[in-house]
Structures are given as structure tokens and as C-alpha cells.
């Protein structure tokens, strides 16, 4: 079984930064795709960047320029580095990977950022 473990998020005034980690453990499964997702109150769950095994990515519109999207394939994590925070992006993060065994959400973690 595949498990992901979140961390990072928290409180930040706007134009501040934070770091999202995301760790996935378990056994018998090859990492694809590692993205990270978000959702705010009353809206949907969307993309905002995801990163191939080769490290090829891509970004959400509303997030180029201020967000980054690494990985360590030898410790199956994936970080969210995010800069210059705007109160709109406030919302639970969520960390998703594409394995060889399925897709698996992490429990996601808040970033609130204040005005």
C-alpha cells in the first residue's frame, strides 16, 4: 500500500513563501507523475503543477512565475515551493502521485495566506 505524508503548510502574509513536502512510502510501486492540487472553500479541486519522472512540468496559469515544482526520486518526494503567496491562494494543498499501483491522494495540508 502506498501512503503520502504532507507537510508544510501554515500561515503566511501575502507576498510570503512556504514549502510544501509530500513523501510517499510503501513498497512495490513505481513513481509517475507527482503533482499537487488545491482546493478552496466552495470551489472545485484544481491543478496547480505537476512534474514527470524525467522532471519535465507543468503549471497552472495562476500560479507561473511564483510557484516551483521539484522532486527527489530517491526519497519518493515532491516539494511545492511557493513565492510571492496571494491571499487567493489560500486553500488545502493536496499532493497526488501516479504509481504503477494507482493514483494516491495525500490528506492535504492548509495554506492560508493573510492580506
Known amino acids: 500500500q502506498v501512503q503520502l505524508v504532507e507537510s508544510g503548510g501554515g500561515l503566511v502574509q501575502a507576498g510570503g513563501s512556504l514549502k510544501l513536502s509530500c513523501a510517499a512510502s510503501?513498497?512495490?510501486?513505481?513513481?509517475?507523475?507527482m503533482g499537487w492540487y488545491r482546493q478552496a472553500p466552495g470551489k472545485q479541486r484544481e491543478l496547480v503543477a505537476r512534474?514527470?519522472?524525467?522532471?519535465?512540468?507543468n503549471y497552472a496559469d495562476f500560479v507561473k512565475g511564483r510557484f516551483t515544482i521539484s522532486r527527489d526520486n530517491a526519497k519518493n518526494t515532491v516539494y511545492l515551493q511557493m513565492n510571492s503567496l496571494k491571499p487567493e491562494d489560500t486553500a488545502v494543498y493536496y499532493c497526488n502521485i501516479d504509481t504503477t499501483r494507482g493514483s494516491v491522494w495525500g490528506q492535504g495540508t492548509l495554506v492560508t495566506v493573510s492580506s
Open positions: 510503501g513498497s512495490g510501486f513505481s513513481i509517475n507523475v
Open positions: 512534474i514527470t519522472s524525467s522532471g519535465r512540468t
